[in-house]
């Protein structure tokens, strides 16, 4: 067996090894087989990304402090079977991990079951628990009046030797436990923060917006700019991010792989819709499933902590970044919150189609 070592399967066509063998006994071993599938049957046909809702609650004392912070979550499992401690990680990674000191936490998790075969997405669990936790903190800091950084170094302000348990590598039997540490994530925000210029003045119609998640060991915090119009469009002007991945063994490779997180972080959170009827998925193709094109990219910088440590993976925590920056981004610009994702799903505002 040839398999072609190509970019853009994501584990989405495992399947396609045991159908070219399929083929291949069919026809009792009498040609090669080459199996290609087309755009169509790639789009309607296989696996897809969970589709979970999260409901969220958050206590406030007289001072605007945070005491108290609810966040259930109701969805589909996607390791049923690799349950740590009777709850799939994979549905609460970045929500039951969380790097803010709140005094109390209860994260809950509903797990349901549909007709539609499911795997991950780019960016796991953070995909949709990054977008919950990060645009509520930035609604908490609008109800308070408060900075959304300075608000975060707030909560991230722990003892040094705190430390918290990473969900994935507990989950993983072959690997040791280890621990994420809390000021390599605020560092991580800082510098994001930092080199994007937070706290200068944008022009009318503009918002700046940040978010920072943890995963796979690494930190990624991004700062996004958005331009919105009177229209109900906006653009992505900029993206400016900071990485903590350990050693980068490679840098071009961790800001190739982070500038890449982008572009696939937007389409998702723009125009990554499925739909079914009567159980047939409507989309087929790039026509009526729209990723981002070129000139819709913003520019993006991408910028890597120094460190000593370990060097970790920086392939999937910078997709989960994206859609919470450019969210808040878009609330700072216009007071309006989109609640339900992809965008072109929700009742108001669009992306620039041009």
């Not at 040839?2 to 069919?26: L, M």
């Not at 009792?28 to 049957?41: C, F, M, Q, Y």
Request: glycine share 10%; proline share 5%; net charge negative.
């Amino acid at each position: 067996m040839n398999s072609v070592y190509a970019g853009g399967a994501f584990g989405r066509k495992d399947g396609t090894h045991s159908e070219a063998v399929h083929i291949a006994k069919a026809i009792g071993g009498s040609a090669p087989v080459k199996l290609i599938w087309t755009r169509e049957d790639d789009l309607q046909h296989s696996f897809y990304r969970p589709m979970y809702i999260h409901r969220m609650t958050v206590g406030l004392d007289g001072a605007g402090n945070i005491t108290a912070w609810h966040h259930r979550i109701v969805g589909q499992s996607i390791f049923p079977w690799e349950p740590v401690n009777g709850v799939d990680f994979v549905s609460v990674d970045g929500a039951a991990n969380i790097p803010y000191d709140i005094p109390n936490i209860l994260v809950d998790l509903h797990t349901t079951e549909t007709g539609v075969p499911i795997n991950t997405l780019r960016g796991t669990a953070g995909a949709h628990t990054a977008y919950s936790v990060e645009t509520m903190l930035d609604d908490v800091a609008a109800k308070t009046g408060r900075d959304p950084l300075e608000l975060r170094r707030t909560l991230m302000a722990r003892d040094p030797n705190t430390k918290d348990i990473d969900i994935l590598s507990i989950a993983e039997a072959d690997r040791p436990t280890v621990f994420a540490e809390y000021p390599r994530q605020l560092r991580t925000l800082e510098l994001a923060a930092e080199r994007a210029g937070w706290g200068t003045r944008l022009g009318r119609g503009r918002g700046r917006g940040l978010a920072v998640h943890y995963g796979f060991l690494t930190s990624v915090a991004m700062v996004a700019e958005v331009t919105a119009r009177n229209d109900e469009t906006f653009h992505v002007d900029r993206v400016v991010c900071a990485v903590d991945c350990g050693v980068a063994v490679n840098p071009d490779i961790v800001r190739s792989q982070i500038e890449g997180s982008v572009a696939w972080g937007l389409s998702i959170l723009l125009h990554g819709a499925i739909t079914l009827d009567e159980g047939v998925v409507e989309q087929s193709n790039f026509h009526d499933y729209r990723v981002v094109r070129m000139d819709q990219m913003p520019h993006v910088e991408v910028h890597i902590v120094p460190s000593e440590a370990p060097p970790t993976g920086v392939g999937q925590v910078g997709v989960a970044t994206v859609a919470p920056a450019v969210a808040n981004a878009l609330f700072a610009a216009t007071g309006q919150r989109v609640r339900r994702l992809p965008f072109s799903a929700a009742p108001r505002r669009r992306h620039d189609r041009a």
